[in-house]
């Protein structure tokens, strides 16, 4: 009975067989390693995994720990006491019911029970062995005796008369037991190493598993964040909507009280005209000269001055701005394309600062920049008002001091073969044909100039100057760059060397450049050091913004907006737009304008 019930306590409850490999979960239930990995497998999904005895719950994946001691106690009594009735061998003499065999007796080729196993014969010819069916097996099939050797040369069992007289004659032989334990001394060693095998596997499962568990959490927060951010896209977008509306509708609402007002001055006008009119034509159809003469007719009958005023009035301030209401919205759009995007440009470094969706909402950039105050996104906007938002809308917000003005190239300061348009073609603007001014764009002419040697011009290279200068203050300038051929563009003192080596804007203490190479490399130079820029960049458009008194210099792509370098020094001379162009700058010309910021701004 108590046999009984230790069998039942070392069965498995997924199973209900016998413990292979026995593990135990925090809550001390046991079960076969393979049984329940297979129940926590299928549940991965639902995120709560829990043990199948007593339903105890965790969020995590429990670890498997192997019961050492209860995998002794199921190998021990697997050894003492096999199972005799899962082997379904009975006693061969007990014919009225069947009792499970406790032995088999190989000379006899029977199966014996504990009762006819007592009164069996102990003789050495008749051996015993566990309960098995294939009794034939365990004889020699050509002498038919028991198998009581082991060759060690054949790897097979033989009986006394095949390693005597038989074919295995003068081999070696060991007995079977000899032989089996040193079969299991190696096979342990095996079951060792792969025990250790399927360890380090079952830590690199249990690794990945959590690895994988991190990524899901790391993909969830990355989803929240971005579903809240363009949450708020479409919230503000949708207030965007509602004000741009509401500013349309407003505008409407006072041009049609201002058009209805004048229209029913002009409907007074109309009664007052037609009045006159009955007047005038009852004094024609009067017979007396007399009375028609004598009628006055006022001169203020015939006021021209009142059409004129009144399309003054009709088309005058009262109008719907259209097109300013169309600007303003272009110029959101732009702003919460750059916010989408996540770029913003940092003057104070030589990188593209990307946004931090937590650090700052699009609501807190948008309402900055309209503001005109510094956002810090990330870790801060250094172009504020002052700078990037300037220089795309300085004009209209009226930060500079004047309308953009031609950099005018020194032509006494140009090499032999650089050569200038006379006058440039630049298009058609509201009915009036425009034209650069002279000297305002250049380009390489294979064809040299014979200009005079003069201490001014440039002798070894194909450089030159602008006329002005900037000495104090906050300037910005945009060029327009050829897009073939090699090109320096940036900013050097009067005092620069205008012969030998050192004369190469960017190679000497004196000028700082932005410069294409032949194979489309774009570097920053100044006094001989390069910082050379990413391969993919574009610089057929080139922004340059100088503070004079912060010392800052710094250059721009403009087409996308990117902010590429910024030098820093304390500048004590003037400076004057330098270029340099190389062999091949003919399809298309540099030129370019500079504005400067009004004072305080």
Not at 109 to 134: G, N, Q
Not at 355 to 374: F, H, L, M, Q, Y
Not at 423 to 429: D, L, Q, R, S
Not at 479 to 494: C, Q, R
């Amino acid at each position: 009975m108590a046999s009984a019930d230790l069998r039942k306590e070392l069965d498995c409850s997924i199973c209900l067989s016998i413990y292979t490999d026995p593990v135990t979960l925090r809550c001390g239930h046991n079960f076969c390693r393979v049984c329940i990995d297979r129940v926590l497998d299928t549940q991965e999904g639902s995120g709560v995994y829990a043990c199948p005895e007593c339903s105890t719950e965790c969020q995590e994946r429990p670890a498997l720990i192997r019961n050492i001691t209860l995998c002794n106690i199921v190998g021990s009594f697997l050894s003492t006491r096999p199972d005799q009735e899962e082997t379904g061998i009975f006693c061969t003499y007990c014919v009225d019911s069947p009792v499970p065999a406790a032995k088999s007796c190989l000379l006899c080729e029977a199966s014996l029970c504990d009762k006819h196993l007592r009164v069996h014969s102990k003789s050495a010819e008749h051996v015993l062995s566990d309960p098995t069916i294939a009794l034939g097996n365990r004889k020699c099939s050509i002498h038919k005796k028991v198998l009581e050797y082991y060759c060690t040369e054949d790897a097979a069992c033989v009986c006394v008369s095949c390693s005597l007289a038989g074919e295995h004659r003068g081999h070696q032989v060991e007995l079977l037991d000899v032989a089996s334990e040193k079969k299991k001394k190696k096979l342990r060693n095996v079951l060792q190493k792969l025990t250790i095998k399927r360890e380090e596997a079952e830590r690199r499962v249990q690794s990945l598993m959590e690895s994988r568990r991190g990524d899901q959490k790391k993909a969830a927060g990355v989803t929240e964040t971005v579903t809240a951010l363009f949450r708020d896209i479409r919230r503000q977008l949708k207030d965007l909507e509602k004000r741009v509306l509401g500013e349309i509708s407003r505008q409407e609402q006072h041009v049609t009280l201002s058009v209805s007002d004048l229209i029913q001055q002009l409907e007074r006008k109309k009664d007052e005209l037609s009045r006159k009119m009955r007047h005038i034509e009852e004094l024609c159809n009067m017979t007396d000269p007399v009375t028609v003469l004598q009628e006055p007719v006022a001169g203020d009958w015939c006021d021209a001055g009142n059409k004129e005023r009144h399309d003054n009035q009709i088309h005058g301030e009262g109008d719907l701005d259209v097109g300013h209401v169309s600007e303003t919205l272009h110029t959101l759009y732009d702003m919460i394309t750059g916010i989408k995007k996540g770029i913003y440009v940092q003057e104070s470094t030589d990188r593209v600062q990307e946004v931090n969706p937590a650090s700052n909402t699009e609501s807190d950039v948008i309402t900055g920049v309209k503001k005109g105050k510094n956002v810090p996104v990330a870790t801060d906007i250094a172009l504020s008002v002052k700078t990037q938002s300037d220089i795309i809308t300085g004009s209209k917000i009226g930060l500079y001091e004047k309308e953009p003005t031609s950099i005018i190239l020194d032509v006494n300061t140009a090499g032999n073969n650089i050569d200038f348009p006379t006058y440039i073609y630049t298009g058609i603007n509201n009915y009036k044909q425009l034209y650069k001014a002279a000297n305002s764009c250049a380009k390489w002419s294979d064809k040299a100039q014979n200009r005079p040697e003069t201490p001014e011009r440039f002798q070894l290279y194909n450089q030159v100057l602008s006329t002005s200068s900037f000495s104090s203050g906050r300037h910005y300038l945009d060029m327009t760059v050829s897009e073939s051929g090699w090109w320096s563009v940036g900013m050097s003192y009067p005092s620069i060397d205008r012969t030998g080596e050192q004369s190469h804007i960017g190679y000497n203490d004196k000028s700082w450049a932005l410069c294409k190479g032949l194979c489309d490399q774009y570097s920053l130079i100044h006094d001989g050091k390069q910082t050379r820029l990413p391969g993919n960049i574009s610089c057929n458009n080139v922004g340059i913004y100088l503070d004079y008194e912060a010392g800052q210099l710094s250059f721009y792509a403009l087409v996308p907006m990117r902010h590429l370098h910024t030098f820093s020094a304390t500048f004590t001379e003037p400076l004057h737009v330098a270029v340099c162009i190389g062999r091949g700058c003919t399809d298309n010309d540099i030129s370019g304008n500079f504005r400067s910021y009004k004072k305080g701004s």
